[in-house]
C-alpha cells in the first residue's frame, strides 16, 4: 500500500505548446492516468493533489482513494504565477505525515515544466528530510531541460534502496502520458505492471488478483515482522546502556549533592554548641540524615555507621557510669 501526494506544476509556464496538446493539458492527464492506475492495484493506495504556484503553494485534496475528488481537483487548479518547488516539497512532506493508514510507503511525484528558484543547498536539506522520512521521490521533468541537473542532484540525495526516480520527457516524443506508461512513476518502485498484484490485471481476473494481493501482503507483513524480532534486541541492548549511563549520572550527581548538603547541615548544627560531640549520637545523625533529601536510610553503609555509634554510645554510657560508681565509693569511704 502507498500514499502519493502528487504536486502539479501550474505556473504561467505550462500554457506553453511544445507538448500536445500543450504543457498543462498534458499534465493533467498524466496525473489522471498516475492516480487511476495507483487507485485501481490497490484499494489501499491513496492519491493527493497538490498545485506548486499561484500565491502560495497548496494541497488541494490530501491522500485518498476517491477518484471523483482527484478529479475535481484537477479541474480546479487554475494556472498563476510561478512554483515554490522547496515548500511544495516541505507541505507535501506534512500531508503524507498525517495520513490516516501509517502502514502505507510515503511518496512524492513531482511535475516540473518551469525554472526552479531555489539553490543546491536547500535541495539538499529538503533531500536528506525525505530521505530521513523514508518518503521517495519520482521527478518528471518536462519542457525546461536547464533544470534537468539540480533535479537530479535532488533526487540522489532521497534515493534509498532505488525508490526514487527521474523521468526527463523532452518534446516531440508524442503525448506526455504515453512516456511514462511503463516507467517506475507509474507503478511504483519497480515499474512492473501491477506488482501488488503479482503481476496479474485486476481487471482481467479480480478474483486471482486479489488472491495475489492478500497472499503478497501476508509474506511482506511476514518478513517485516521477522525482521523487527531480530532487530529488537540491538535497540533493547542500546536503550539498556543509554539507561544505565543516564542513572549513573544520577547517582552520581546526588551522591556530590548529598554531601554537599550533609556538609551544610552538620555546619548548621555545629553551630553554637561546642561542649557536646553530636556525631556520637546515633539518634541525633539519625535524625539529621533523614532530613536530607535523597539520602537512603536503607543503605547498608548507613545502618553500619549507625549501628557502631550505637555501640559506642552504650559503651562509653557503661564507662561513664563505672567511673560515677568508683567515684562515688571513694566518696563514701572518705566520709567515713
Request: proline share 4%.
Amino acid at each position: 500500500m502507498e500514499a502519493t501526494v502528487i504536486c502539479i506544476d501550474n505556473s504561467e509556464y505550462a500554457r506553453n505548446g511544445d507538448y500536445s496538446p500543450n504543457r498543462w493539458e498534458s499534465q493533467q492527464e498524466a496525473v489522471n492516468m498516475i492516480a487511476g492506475t495507483k487507485t485501481n492495484e490497490n484499494p489501499g493506495n491513496s492519491v493527493g493533489v497538490l498545485a506548486m504556484a499561484g500565491t502560495r503553494a497548496e494541497v488541494l485534496v490530501s491522500p485518498t482513494n476517491d477518484m471523483a475528488k482527484i478529479l475535481q481537483a484537477m479541474y480546479d487548479i487554475k494556472i498563476h504565477g510561478n512554483i515554490d518547488f522547496y515548500s511544495s516539497l516541505q507541505i507535501a512532506q506534512l500531508a503524507l505525515k498525517h495520513r490516516p493508514n501509517k502502514e502505507q510507503r510515503q511518496r512524492i511525484i513531482a511535475f516540473v515544466c518551469s525554472p526552479v528558484r531555489h539553490d543546491s543547498e536547500k535541495f539538499r536539506q529538503i533531500g536528506h528530510s525525505l530521505r530521513r522520512n523514508n518518503i521517495a521521490l519520482d521527478i518528471v521533468c518536462f519542457g525546461c531541460m536547464e533544470e534537468i541537473e539540480k533535479l537530479q542532484e535532488l533526487q540522489k540525495n532521497v534515493n534509498n534502496g532505488d525508490n526514487s526516480h527521474f523521468i526527463s520527457v523532452p518534446p516531440g516524443l508524442g503525448l506526455l502520458c504515453d512516456a511514462l506508461v511503463n516507467t517506475p512513476v507509474l507503478h511504483g518502485g519497480s515499474g512492473q505492471m501491477f506488482e501488488e498484484h503479482g503481476g496479474i490485471d485486476p481487471s482481467l481476473d479480480p478474483e486471482l488478483a486479489t488472491a495475489l494481493r492478500l497472499s503478497l501482503e501476508e509474506q511482506k507483513k511476514k518478513q517485516e515482522d521477522e525482521g523487527t524480532k531480530v532487530e529488537a534486541p540491538a535497540v533493547s541492548v542500546a536503550e539498556d546502556e543509554e539507561e544505565k549511563l543516564l542513572q549513573e549520572a544520577i547517582r552520581m550527581s546526588l551522591m556530590c549533592d548529598n554531601e554537599q548538603k550533609v556538609e551544610e547541615k552538620v555546619e548548621d548544627k555545629m553551630e553554637g554548641v561546642e561542649e557536646q560531640d553530636h556525631f556520637e549520637n546515633a539518634d541525633f545523625l539519625k535524625d539529621m540524615l533523614t532530613s536530607v533529601e535523597g539520602v537512603d536510610m536503607n543503605d547498608p553503609t548507613i545502618q553500619e555507621t549507625l549501628k557502631i555509634l550505637k555501640m559506642e554510645g552504650r559503651e562509653e554510657k557503661k564507662e561513664e557510669e563505672r567511673k560515677d560508681d568508683v567515684m562515688e565509693e571513694d566518696k563514701k569511704d572518705s566520709d567515713s
